[in-house]
T-cell receptor, first 112, second 117 residues
Framework: GESVGLHLPTLSVQEGDNSIINCAYSNSASDYFIWYKQESGKGPQFIIDIRSNMDKRQGQRVTVLLNKTVKHLSLQIAATQPGDSAVYFCAENRAAGNKLTFGGGTRVLVKP | GAVVSQHPSWVICKSGTSVKIECRSLDFQATTMFWYRQFPKQSLMLMATSNEGSKATYEQGVEKDKFLINHASLTLSTLTVTSAHPEDSSFYIC?????????????FGPGTRLTVL
């Protein structure tokens, strides 16, 4: 079935470097995408979102890029900090409804 | 932002018993609540969607008689795992969406860790 998936299960990054987390989606009807951060034993925390009428959106230290042509989503974290260590999920929402479909997740490990 | 709480944060029960998990929206009225299940090192899987005052809509493969959902008020939804077995051990997470929320915006609870012995 249609799903949202990730390319890299684990990303190890040096503190201060930039991180890039990728996500592929297969449902062309999806019109809203969200990135979540989940720390161990906690619920997902909203990071940033983007709608399908945009291809880039920036937040504080984070940027989300959307390429609808190849159905690809990425999250860039600038100057990665130890507190950024967590599992990151992308999620998609389809136009006809309010349900989210989550990707498989990428663990980010920040090395001091 | 909107706050969603869950109770308990963790629970251990014996096989065959039932466990109830509460999800509350603390500072807004949640017309829709979602229940997710997350196994270790896996993603969140939507179990069901509940709208206040109506029956929950379950995702394919989720047994509605085993996972009872009640959304009797605009601030409270409960998930009851009936006759729990070890394979039901998981992290259960709820989210809530308000009537006036930006479309698709869901606020997540902190999760409930269920361990069935």
């Amino acid at each position: 079935g249609e799903s949202v998936g990730l390319h890299l299960p684990t990303l190890s990054v040096q503190e201060g470097d930039n991180s890039i987390i990728n996500c592929a989606y297969s449902n062309s009807a999806s019109d809203y995408f969200i990135w979540y951060k989940q720390e161990s034993g906690k619920g997902p925390q909203f990071i940033i979102d983007i709608r399908s009428n945009m291809d880039k959106r920036q937040g504080q230290r984070v940027t989300v890029l959307l390429n609808k042509t190849v159905k690809h989503l990425s999250l860039q974290i600038a100057a990665t900090q130890p507190g950024d260590s967590a599992v990151y999920f992308c999620a998609e929402n389809r136009a006809a409804g309010n349900k989210l479909t989550f990707g498989g997740g990428t663990r980010v490990l920040v090395k001091p | 932002g909107a706050v969603v709480s869950q109770h308990p944060s963790w629970v251990i029960c014996k096989s065959g018993t039932s466990v109830k998990i509460e999800c509350r929206s603390l500072d807004f009225q949640a017309t829709t609540m979602f229940w997710y299940r997350q196994f270790p090192k896996q993603s969140l899987m939507l179990m069901a969607t509940s709208n206040e005052g109506s029956k929950a809509t379950y995702e394919q493969g989720v047994e509605k008689d085993k996972f009872l959902i009640n959304h009797a008020s605009l601030t409270l939804s409960t998930l009851t795992v009936t006759s729990a077995h070890p394979e039901d051990s998981s992290f259960y997470i709820c989210s809530a969406a308000g009537e006036l929320a930006v479309r698709n915006e869901q606020f997540f609870g902190p999760g409930t860790r269920l361990t069935v012995l």
